[in-house]
């Protein structure tokens, strides 16, 4: 029979645990009742540390790649386009570019970082048009460069980033990256002061 607690009870139903203890002591004994809160305990551990959608670990915060930096140190950016000779004839010109405008260059950079962002295509694919259209990207800050980028523009497309915390790098197909790059390419037009149709 159980009897009350030698304190008359006052502190029973603060301690649950107790009583569940001297239960499984009493039906599978004291080494049983030990590996048993001792799986507890993990799984408590486990519950509390596991990181909930609005964590942000992976990816960044706002689908962005986390290996990019905060935009906010983006002061300005610096744009150069190698001379292609494919294409029509001629070839396409080389152009340089460059801005002190923070919000502009913030936005090109911000758009960077979600669109390499997507996950690399896993497939060989074919890529028609490729006229070598490459656009070679540096973002500045006031104290040193925080990221640059090469961006393919033709092709199908792809995009790499080379940060202090490491590189990625992606093709532009399926639907998230089409979704995505129109907003790249129109910040990176704004800056080259050109229409997107004339980007490649």
């Known amino acids: ?76 950016v610096s744009i150069t386009r190698p001379h292609s000779a494919l294409g029509p004839p001629g070839g396409i010109a080389a152009l340089s570019a460059s801005s002190r405008d923070a919000t502009a260059s913030r936005r090109l950079y911000r758009a960077a970082c979600r669109l390499v962002e997507v996950e690399a295509h896993p497939k060989a694919v074919s890529c028609p048009a490729d006229f070598g259209v490459v656009y070679k990207i540096r973002f500045r800050s006031a104290r040193s460069s925080p990221a640059t980028a090469t961006y393919a523009a033709t092709g199908c497309g792809s995009l790499a980033m080379r940060t202090a915390a490491g590189s990625r790098s992606t093709m532009v197909i399926g639907s998230r990256a089409a979704a995505l790059e129109p907003a790249f390419r129109s910040a990176l037009a704004g800056i080259l002061h050109l229409s997107v149709d004339n980007l490649a």
Do not use: E
Not at 48 to 69: I, T
């Open 1 to 76: 029979m159980m009897t009350g607690s030698p304190d008359g009870g006052k502190n029973a139903g603060s301690r649950p645990g107790r009583a569940y203890d001297r239960r499984v002591r009493a039906r599978f004994g004291s080494r049983a009742a030990a590996i048993v809160a001792a799986l507890v305990l993990l799984l408590l551990a486990a519950g509390c540390a596991m990181p909930g959608p609005a964590d942000g670990a992976s990816p960044g915060q706002g689908g962005a790649w986390s290996g990019c930096g905060p935009a906010s140190a983006v002061t300005g």
